[in-house]
């Protein structure tokens, strides 16, 4: 089955970290830009981070910049995202997507499944003390 599967949410104190999994099976990863995405209740889905084909390229939206760093395991075909300093109105869900056509500058700005090839089903964030 071709798909993307997020891991590693849940509930974290502020100030606290996570780090969650966006594993593909089915299909090879490094042909892929990804990006990550979130949405909190009540509010329009955003891109948060995405990071290019071979891992040499990376970009943030600014309310996570200096404290979220994504990465890639292309041997291991799965992305992260390492979250630090987790503040309260970090809770969301993540998703994770995969593209083929495009790059990071197109990427951290279309925050559509539609556009995607790969799109997971999400997992849910909550910092809450």
């Known amino acids: 089955q071709l798909q993307l599967v997020e891991s590693g949410g849940g509930l974290v104190q502020p100030g606290g970290s996570l780090r969650l999994s966006c594993a593909a099976s089915g299909f090879r990863l490094d042909r892929y830009t990804i990006g990550w995405f979130r949405q909190a209740p009540g509010k329009e889905r955003e891109g948060v981070s995405c990071i290019s084909r071979s891992g040499d390229g990376s970009n943030y939206a600014y309310s996570v910049k200096g404290r979220f760093t994504i990465s890639r395991d292309n041997a291991k075909n799965t992305a992260y995202l390492q979250m630090n300093s987790l503040k309260p109105e970090d809770t969301a869900v993540y998703y994770c997507?995969?593209?083929?056509?495009?790059?990071?500058?197109?990427?951290?700005?279309?925050?559509?499944?539609?556009?995607?090839?790969?799109w997971g089903q999400g997992t849910q964030v909550t910092v809450s003390s």
């Open positions: 997507a995969a593209v083929e056509w495009a790059d990071c500058t197109v990427v951290i700005n279309t925050p559509r499944p539609s556009d995607y090839d790969y």
